[in-house]
């Protein structure tokens, strides 16, 4: 029998009560289906001591949210189970430095496309407002580094100011149209391989995607080559092993394909809207349990 574990949120915090058992239990079915057993542990017990993870067969962070909230004790818990030799998919190392945002600066710098953005170590109003000029942009985008789920995320018009800075380092970026029309092109890899694709759109008088602002999420069956090209772009970029990932792509202002987001740490995988169901993610596990 095997023994996999999945991280989840201290199932005290009242912020995530609600969602995290649903996912998990999808997520445990589909490993069930294919021969898998799994078991939850909060991410939260295991910060100072990676004791109770270090004999488990797989340990995987997939519902291991909250840490944009939490984040030096994730750091912490990171380099932990890195220490610990946690046999962990994805790494503790790629759950670090997923975990910030920064990365995408390192990906630009390597040639993968990115929408063009402004750094900051604590965002100002002022640095905000001269921004508009500085990307040539009408409409921008203020984020913090560290951020999960659209959190303290503000999107701004030329001469609005900004009311809410995001707590700590954030990143600023023109505002990305075919959000708001297309949508954003999500593409799903288990074990390397391309699994799937979903296209995710807001609702109507709503920017961000996500589930819990009325983001509406549909299958993509033949995702355009070129987005699969870039995403497994993106993928050749990363040093280390990696079981499973979502790469998010959105069209600038010229059509061009670019990377919002490489989500390597607890990324939805969209299971529902799989051709085989989520098998491909279970045969991927499987053969790292057995490896």
Known sequence: MTDIVILTPNPEDPSFAGQWPGVLERLVTVLADGGLAARPEAWTDHIDSADGLVGADLVMPLVAWGYHRDHARWMQACAAWQAAGVRMLNPPVVLAWNSDKSYLKRLGEAGVPIPATIWSEQVTPDQVAAAFDALGAD???????????????????????????????????PFIAALETEGELSLLFFGGRFSHAVRKRPRAGEFRIQVQFGGLYAPEPDPDPVALALAERVLATVEEDLLYARIDLARGAEGQWLLMEAELIEPDFYLNHAPDGGQAFATAVAARVNR
Do not use: N
């Open 139 to 173: 409409e921008l985008v203020v984020k913090p580094r560290v951020s999960g789920g659209g959190w303290q995320t503000t999107r701004l018009k030329r001469g609005e100011a900004l009311t809410e800075t995001p707590d700590g380092p954030a990143l600023t970026q």
